[in-house]
């Protein structure tokens, strides 16, 4: 409206704080985005690396410095590099497979190489966060490297596909039920060796990609058959992002040149993507507790190769969403409502407004912004505010961010500018309105309902 001030926006830099990295500024909605967060203690290629959900962190074991084989046992939780000493631990080695075992609470590792044979081993060794534990099942698959190994959640089984020995492709399939192996006497894809697969929880079935030729096909297997669901863009490394539900293919197409490419269980999309590994595979594993994938060393390939330390995060694009959730309390004008204006998401760079309302004559009003709506600091959530004379009202959420709100009429408006911030992509944040000066309670406050925005790029 001509003449009215315009109402206060607020950039959320206050929960960006450990944001590195800012998007450019005409955002593309199917942008990925890298971001190198570390270097690994050493250069490394050729390393197991598997997912500890339980523990919240990434562990690798075995490749090679350069040097030769390894047997050193690294984690990391997030923010820093953790070397372990282990009093027991399997011998160094190349191209071996780590998953992490749900139903044993481990990490498993089988196979791989010391370098010095194109044999390969049958070893199995099992990972507490504190020793290795070398297992000895009745039945087990014969020596490899360079397999398949992923744990399927849905059947609480690891699955072994492939490998190579002797520089003859496997193309058998194991599973381990946490006390001993069997085979499965069914036709399965015919590339063998491929250390790049994954499993897709949402439907169930454990995808591997691999072949001789370009473009390599997909398969999946679901316990019982194979299925060739097709070519894909590439074939080098891939994890599954369970949040989002898609599956991450990272891949060099040639020479000096990558690409990142996402199957949303039917079709790939290759994506634009900035600052991405310049490493030839690094291994990839999507770490829950903080929504991103994370890739960690392998071999930088130019007129020669050589091993990396670089560590990087991949935040792929994410739709963005805002749900009204709860219920306020009565007000003088009645019960206040909080929810954003049609049209309007929380997408980086964009605005999304927000209307509470009805509000009394009178009266002004606040809205309080945080992460969580679990709790606030030691107080559960939500949390009633009788005790303080507001009542019948509740506080949603934590509270890390105030603004006061301008009034039009009897709604107040709250228009909030999401930062481009690779960080953000992905985050969860809580909205709720007060207002203050309302005589229906001894507190002269009133509460809206509260709303959910998830920080999406389109």
């Avoid at 704080?17 to 985005?33: C, R, Y």
């Amino acid at each position: 409206m001509r003449g009215m001030k315009e109402p206060p926006r607020i950039h959320l830099l206050a929960l960006a704080a450990t944001a590195a990295v800012s998007l450019a500024p005409n955002l593309d909605a199917q942008l990925g985005v890298w971001r190198k967060i570390s270097d690994m203690p050493d250069i490394r290629a050729s390393h197991a690396m598997a997912y500890d959900s339980a523990r919240g962190v990434v562990v690798v074991f075995g490749g090679s410095s350069g040097l030769g084989a390894t047997n050193d046992t690294l984690e990391w939780n997030g923010s820093e590099w953790i070397q372990l000493e282990p009093l027991d631990r399997p011998p160094p080695l190349l191209d071996s497979a780590m998953a992490y075992d749900e139903a044993l609470g481990q990490c498993v590792l089988f196979g791989g190489s010391d370098g010095s044979t194109t044999f390969g081993t049958d070893g199995m060794w099992a990972w507490d966060g504190a020793n290795w534990t070398e297992l000895h099942p009745r039945t087990r698959p014969p020596i490899r490297h360079s397999e398949a190994l992923v744990f399927d959640s849905a059947r609480q089984v690891l699955v072994l596909f492939g490998g190579r020995t002797a520089g003859v492709r496997l193309t058998d399939t194991w599973e381990w039920d946490g006390t001993n192996w069997t085979e499965l006497a069914v036709a399965g894809p015919p590339f063998g060796e491929t250390k790049t697969s994954t499993f897709d929880s949402l439907r169930a079935r454990t995808l591997v990609v691999g072949g001789t030729v370009t473009p390599h096909d997909m398969w999946s297997w679901d316990g019982s058959v194979w299925e060739n669901l097709g070519p894909t863009p590439g074939g080098s490394t891939m994890a599954y992002d369970a949040r989002r539900d898609r599956v991450v293919l990272f891949y060099n197409l040639f020479f000096q040149t990558w690409q990142t490419s996402e199957f949303d269980g039917v079709e790939w999309t290759t994506l634009s993507h900035i600052n991405p590994p310049s490493t030839r595979a690094p291994p990839l594993v999507y770490d829950e507790q903080r929504g991103v994938i994370v890739a960690a060393g392998d071999l930088v390939c130019g007129y020669r190769c050589y091993s990396a330390a670089d560590v990087y995060e991949y935040r792929g694009p994410f739709l963005a969403s805002f749900d009204p959730l709860g219920v306020g309390c009565a007000g003088s004008a009645g019960v206040p409502t909080l929810d954003a204006d049609p049209g309007f998401l929380p997408i980086t760079g964009r605005e999304i407004n927000f209307s509470i309302g009805p509000l009394a004559p009178g009266t002004a009003a606040a809205g309080v912004m945080g992460t969580s709506a679990l709790s606030w600091g030691p107080i559960p959530l939500p949390a009633s505010l009788d005790p303080i004379g507001a009542t019948g009202c509740s506080l949603y959420t934590s509270i890390e961010v105030t603004i006061p709100l301008v009034i039009v009429g009897d709604t107040a408006r709250w228009n909030l500018v999401i930062p481009q911030l690779a960080v953000l992509v992905g985050a969860d944040l809580y909205h709720q309105g007060f207002v203050i000066g309302d005589p229906i309670n001894p507190a002269g406050i009133v509460t809206s309902n509260y709303g959910r925005s998830v920080i999406g790029t389109y």
